[in-house]
Every structure is written in structure tokens, then in C-alpha cells.
């Protein structure tokens, strides 16, 4: 497995541990009311479900299965490397940016949480495009 798509997965199961415990700290909040804070947090909560575990880990495991370039001599099989960290990058930016902001925001509007959350959907759609640029090339049709 490419570094990158290691560092992709073992990402993902962070999202994925920190969604639920997060998730347990909402219920017990339910019964012991210790923040307000975990009260708005639900929607981040999902996104780091989402996006963090599902989104990241899909990802990591296509950079690492999907088809190779067929060019033997290519000294980059599964495309740019820099471009690939870029996703990465991005992705868990906005994921971040979104985790703290959002629930914030949601407690009360402010521009210039709006935006933050802005900023941060703005980094995963490039995280997106980036993927899909990467991937698209590895696509191929199947051979009868």
C-alpha cells in the first residue's frame, strides 16, 4: 500500500473513533447536561462520520486498488504524489475548520463564522476535484 493512501486510511479510523466518542459524550450530555456546546454538535458529529471515516477512508483504498497507468517507464503509476497530499491536506483542513466552527455558528451567527465554514467547504470541494482529477486518469474502459 502507497504511503499516501496508509496515511488516507489510518486518517480515516481517526475520524472514525473520535465520531464516536463524540457521539457518546452527546448522549451522556443528554443525562449529565454538560455543555451547550455538545447540544449543537450533531451535524459536525455526522461530518466527521461522513467525510472524515467513510470520505477518507474511500479514498485512501481507491488510491491504493484502482488500476495503475499502464506506462511501465511512468515513474508515477498512481499520479501525482504532490497533488495526492494536496487532497489530504485539504480534506482534513475543512473537516477541521468545519468541526470547530459550525457548531459555534450554529449557537450564534457571526460573518465571520459564516465564514469559516465557507472556507472549509471550499477546501473539501478542492479535496474533491483533486481526487477526481487523480482518479479519472487510473479509470479505463474494460477490455472485451
Known sequence: MPPIARTFVKAAFVYFFVAFLLGALMMLDRWLDFSRWLRVVYMSQLHLLMVGWITQ??????????????KEQDPRPRGS????????????????LRFVGEPFYLM?????????IAVSGVLQALAAAGFGWIIWGRIRAMER
Open 81 to 96: 504524489d504532490t497533488l495526492a497530499w494536496f487532497v489530504l491536506i485539504s480534506l482534513n483542513a475543512g473537516l477541521l
Open 108 to 116: 450564534g451567527a457571526k460573518p465571520w463564522l459564516a465564514a469559516l
Open 57 to 70: 477512508l474511500g479514498i485512501g483504498v481507491a488510491s491504493w486498488i484502482f488500476p495503475r497507468f499502464l
